[in-house]
């Protein structure tokens, strides 16, 4: 019997590749296991570190709500406090609104006497105007500061002076003595029996147009720039009024007023020669007292005092109850 010969098997090289690689398959995979091992260990401990993080970043805001919460208590009661302010101004401001309707009552009631009333208050306003003027005048004349506006205890205490002034609130007075001394003219001529007929026909017209004197409207127009304190302006218009009408009534009191308006303006030199011009002039007006006292300050404001002070002396001897004189005594004094 014929032995039988063996069939050698067709994948036995594969097989014996693989026994010789299994080997290295082996420490492959273990080394990837290892490799995998090291990478959870990193993961683990990033996420850790993180989860340390959040836990402080918890904590910062417990604490942070705590104080939060800490001052909401706080300021709940001012909250309370700023509530019933809120409340009491909205309970006045409905007090007032209910006061501000009954004034609207009572004026809507009273809207008869507002003719009335804004007359009288017109009337007050005029009257004030007239004792700032008043005031103005004695202030200049007198030497004061004209630069202080007179409160109304101001002008009573002074109103003895003031009283005493001849020519602030006499019959010389800048409103109502100079614009009475240009009307005398006018009316000596009117009632002459010459004019008798023509005063009888201007009389008996019913409507008299009244003519505007020029000589009236320069020295008027003079008087404002003054008291505007324009006093280079006025002593223009002044110096006008002087040489165009030489005869009026009112000329010693433009030359006096030119001499006004140099001693507001620091020209005491030619303030001395208008005041001169008075004192020399016209010995019997009742501006030489007030020429002679201005006249002495502006000597001395030029240095020359004891010319200055036999004028005030002078004033003193011949006006001893003028408020010229009470001036005088004043700057005598000092």
């Known amino acids: 019997?014929?032995?039988?010969?063996?069939?050698?098997?067709?994948?036995?090289?594969?097989?014996?590749?693989?026994?010789?690689?299994?080997?290295?398959?082996?420490?492959?995979?273990?080394?990837?296991l290892l490799c995998l091992g090291?990478?959870?260990?990193?993961?683990?401990?990033?996420?850790?570190?993180?989860i340390d993080s959040q836990q402080r970043q918890i904590k910062d805001l417990h604490a942070e709500l705590q104080a939060n919460q800490a001052q909401i208590t706080e300021l709940r009661p001012a909250q309370a406090n700023q509530y019933a302010e809120v409340e009491s101004l909205r309970v006045e401001i409905a007090r007032l609104n209910g006061e501000l309707d009954e004034l609207n009552r009572t004026a809507n009631t009273a809207?008869?006497?507002?003719?009335?009333?804004?007359?009288?208050?017109?009337?007050?306003?005029?009257?004030?105007?007239?004792?700032?003027?008043?005031?103005?005048?004695?202030?200049?004349?007198?030497?004061?500061?004209?630069?202080?506006?007179?409160?109304?205890?101001?002008?009573?205490?002074?109103?003895?002076?003031?009283?005493?002034?001849?020519?602030?609130?006499?019959?010389?007075?800048m409103n109502a003595t100079d614009n009475n001394a240009t009307g005398q003219n006018a009316t000596a001529n009117a009632t002459s029996p010459a004019n008798a007929g023509v005063l009888a026909a201007a009389q008996a017209a019913t409507v008299a147009k009244p003519t505007v004197n020029p000589a009236d409207a320069l020295?008027?127009?003079?008087?404002?720039?003054?008291?505007?304190?324009?006093?280079?302006?006025?002593?223009?218009?002044w110096q006008e009024f002087t040489e165009t009408f030489k005869k009026h009534p009112l000329?010693?009191?433009?030359?006096?007023?030119?001499?006004?308006?140099?001693?507001?303006?620091?020209?005491?030199?030619?303030?001395?020669?208008?005041?001169?011009?008075?004192?020399?002039?016209?010995?019997?007006?009742?501006?030489?007292?007030?020429?002679?006292?201005?006249?002495?300050?502006?000597?001395?404001?030029?240095?020359?005092?004891?010319?200055?002070?036999?004028?005030?002396?002078?004033?003193?001897k011949k006006f001893p109850q003028s408020a010229e004189a009470k001036r005088a005594k004043e700057l005598l004094e000092k």
């Open 111 to 173: 809207a008869v006497d507002r003719s009335e009333t804004s007359k009288t208050m017109k009337g007050m306003r005029e009257e004030l105007d007239r004792n700032n003027l008043l005031w103005q005048e004695a202030a200049a004349i007198l030497a004061l500061d004209l630069d202080v506006a007179p409160t109304k205890a101001t002008f009573l205490a002074n109103a003895t002076q003031i009283n005493g002034f001849s020519w602030a609130v006499s019959a010389t007075s």
């Open 251 to 316: 000329m010693a009191n433009a030359l006096f007023w030119q001499g006004e308006c140099f001693y507001q303006m620091r020209d005491y030199a030619r303030a001395v020669l208008a005041y001169q011009k008075v004192i020399e002039s016209y010995p019997n007006n009742s501006k030489y007292p007030a020429a002679l006292l201005k006249q002495g300050i502006s000597f001395q404001r030029l240095g020359r005092d004891k010319a200055g002070r036999l004028l005030l002396e002078d004033v003193v």
């Open 38 to 50: 090291c990478v959870q260990q990193d993961d683990i401990h990033a996420l850790q570190l993180q």
């Open 219 to 237: 020295y008027t127009q003079a008087l404002e720039s003054f008291k505007a304190r324009e006093y280079e302006k006025a002593q223009r218009i």
């Open 1 to 32: 019997m014929t032995p039988m010969t063996p069939v050698p098997l067709p994948h036995a090289p594969r097989c014996a590749r693989f026994r010789a690689r299994a080997p290295f398959a082996l420490l492959s995979c273990l080394a990837l």
